[in-house]
């Protein structure tokens, strides 16, 4: 089994890495465990300094030289303000990347597993998203995203796309941001008008390992259960650090920022439900979790 990992280097491919590098991992993952052992695959991680996916030819002639049987996309343009000035490379990253890996996966007859995110929602709704809500993206980050989520879909037959959002793992993110300043303020003042799922990079790709094992294809939220703000999942990790910082709520009118974050989007994860693939934890299981590893 050949599994090619785009965007190593980032959060989601340090962790997918990790894990396919595991035994004791694998084995943990599905009702029956992996289908592959660590020596049935070969595993190669691909970062930009090593092939740019918007640039086709040289995708093309990276993976027809590798033969993956899949494909997993964890290379994104994730900088949201920033995708609203610098569009050009919101798209090429975040679009015309994907589109690649599809266009050449089709041809080798690879599977694509490709990450998409909450943002392809407006985040007006006061009830979750599932796969079937309508889409309505108000980011240029959120437009160039639901643009690869078709592009895969037009392009490569065998895909999985997984919709997941507050992600965190190894890596800069919300949590090691938080315990910083913790250990630097006495208090912190942080959004608690939008709501969503914090999402660990371990439960996420514990998920993908399963469902891409399968021929159940299309579209998948891949969040953990339940639902949280900015503020209460702050309050959360201070508490679990044992830090005594106070944190403040504050209004997302307090913080301005070029691109409109979503106030609602929690994703429903129906159809790995109707699948019958495994659930995710809860949140506050796999903050806990990911707060043990960092003590």
Same mark, same amino acid.
């Given at each position: /089994?050949?599994?090619?990992?785009?965007?190593?280097?980032?959060?989601?491919?340090?962790?997918?890495?990790?894990?396919?590098?595991?035994?004791?991992?694998?084995?943990?993952?599905?009702?029956?465990?992996?289908?592959?052992?660590?020596?049935?695959?070969?595993?190669?991680?691909?970062?930009?300094?090593? +092939?740019?996916?918007?640039?086709?030819?040289?995708?093309?002639?990276?993976?027809? $030289?590798?033969?993956?049987?899949?494909?997993?996309?964890?290379?994104?343009?994730?900088? &949201?303000?920033?995708?609203?000035?610098?569009?050009?490379?919101?798209? @090429? &990253?975040?679009?015309?990347?994907?589109?690649?890996?599809?266009?050449?996966?089709?041809?080798?007859?690879?599977?694509?597993?490709?990450?998409?995110?909450?943002?392809?929602?407006?985040?007006?709704?006061?009830?979750?998203?599932?796969?079937? $809500?309508?889409?309505?993206?108000?980011? +240029?980050?959120?437009?160039?995203?639901?643009?690869?989520?078709?592009? &895969?879909?037009?392009?490569?037959?065998?895909?999985?796309?997984?919709?997941?959002?507050?992600?965190?793992?190894?890596?800069?993110?919300? +949590?090691?941001? /938080?315990?910083?300043?913790?250990?630097? %303020?006495?208090?912190?003042?942080?959004?608690?008008?939008?709501?969503?799922?914090?999402?660990?990079?371990?439960?996420?790709?514990?998920? !993908?390992?399963?469902?891409?094992?399968? =021929?159940?294809?299309?579209?998948?939220?891949?969040?953990?259960?339940?639902?949280? $703000?900015?503020?209460?999942?702050?309050?959360?990790?201070?508490?679990?650090?044992?830090?005594?910082?106070?944190?403040?709520?504050?209004?997302?009118? =307090?913080?301005? %920022?070029?691109?409109? @974050?979503?106030?609602?989007? +929690?994703?429903?994860?129906? /159809?790995?439900?109707?699948?019958?693939?495994?659930?995710?934890?809860?949140?506050? =299981?796999?903050?806990?979790?990911? !707060?043990?590893? /960092?003590?």
């Amino acid at each position: /089994m050949n599994i090619v990992i785009t965007g190593s280097n980032g959060q989601l491919g340090k962790e997918m890495l990790r894990q396919l590098s595991s035994d004791e991992a694998l084995q943990a993952i599905g009702k029956e465990g992996f289908l592959w052992t660590p020596e049935e695959m070969f595993v190669t991680g691909v970062d930009i300094d090593d +092939v740019d996916i918007s640039d086709l030819s040289a995708i093309s002639k990276f993976l027809e $030289s590798v033969k993956p049987d899949i494909i997993v996309n964890c290379a994104a343009f994730t900088a &949201v303000d920033q995708c609203e000035t610098d569009k050009d490379t919101a798209y @090429r &990253v975040n679009t015309l990347g994907p589109r690649n890996l599809a266009l050449a996966a089709d041809i080798l007859g690879a599977k694509l597993v490709h990450i998409s995110t909450d943002y392809v929602f407006d985040g007006d709704s006061n009830t979750h998203y599932n796969e079937f $809500s309508v889409t309505n993206p108000r980011t +240029v980050y959120g437009i160039s995203k639901f643009a690869s989520e078709q592009m &895969v879909q037009q392009f490569c037959r065998k895909h999985f796309i997984f919709r997941t959002a507050w992600l965190y793992g190894d890596g800069n993110n919300f +949590v090691k941001t /938080m315990i910083k300043l913790g250990s630097e %303020r006495s208090e912190v003042r942080v959004v608690d008008d939008q709501h969503g799922t914090p999402t660990s990079t371990r439960a996420l790709t514990s998920c !993908i390992l399963e469902v891409m094992q399968s =021929e159940a294809f299309g579209v998948y939220h891949a969040t953990c259960e339940g639902e949280t $703000s900015w503020h209460a999942f702050t309050e959360e990790i201070m508490k679990l650090m044992n830090m005594s910082t106070k944190v403040i709520p504050v209004t997302t009118a =307090e913080f301005p %920022r070029p691109a409109p @974050r979503p106030k609602y989007s +929690v994703l429903d994860n129906m /159809m790995l439900r109707l699948n019958g693939f495994s659930p995710f934890p809860s949140w506050q =299981e796999e903050l806990a979790k990911y !707060i043990r590893t /960092m003590k």
